[in-house]
């Protein structure tokens, strides 16, 4: 990770007051959560180009197919990251992508704060998604 995009990374961090809980799965990358936000183990990646923060916020319903739909249709009103799947499609995760060229505090925070924003809006889908067909939230 180049160091400018590490300086803007944790004055973000440290600005948001965001616990950081570990290291992430790829070398260089982060883990942050703040309960009260909505950010549970979310991991910061960065990437030669790009910065990708992921968080897991549950397991796919058993009809995936009703679920998928779902989630298109709240992709739609996002205006920052969104919900997708894992490879395997077993688990949704919120996701956001950004250009580390031009990366500043504010398009981060923007972006950190996404998560929590999408789950204020549209958490009662989401649970209602999880409640009718036997999903499980992620409450790490």
Do not use: W
Not at 88 to 104: A, C, K, M, Q, Y
């Amino acid at each position: 990770m180049n160091q400018n995009t590490y300086r803007v990374i944790n004055r973000v961090i440290n600005e948001m007051e965001l616990e950081i809980t570990g290291q992430g799965t790829t070398p260089g990358s982060l883990v942050v959560r703040d309960g009260l936000k909505g950010i549970k183990e979310m991991q910061i990646q960065c990437l030669p180009n790009r910065v990708v923060l992921e968080q897991k916020i549950m397991e796919t319903p058993d009809n995936a197919p009703g679920c998928y739909a779902e989630l298109l249709k709240i992709n739609r009103q996002l205006e920052q990251g969104a919900f997708v799947m894992n490879h395997s499609g077993t688990e949704i995760f919120f996701r956001d992508t950004l250009e580390i060229d031009n990366l500043d505090k504010n398009e981060l925070a923007a972006s950190l704060n996404g998560v929590s924003l999408a789950l204020m809006e549209f958490g009662d889908r989401l649970m209602e998604m999880h409640t009718n067909h036997h999903g499980k939230l992620h409450s790490n």
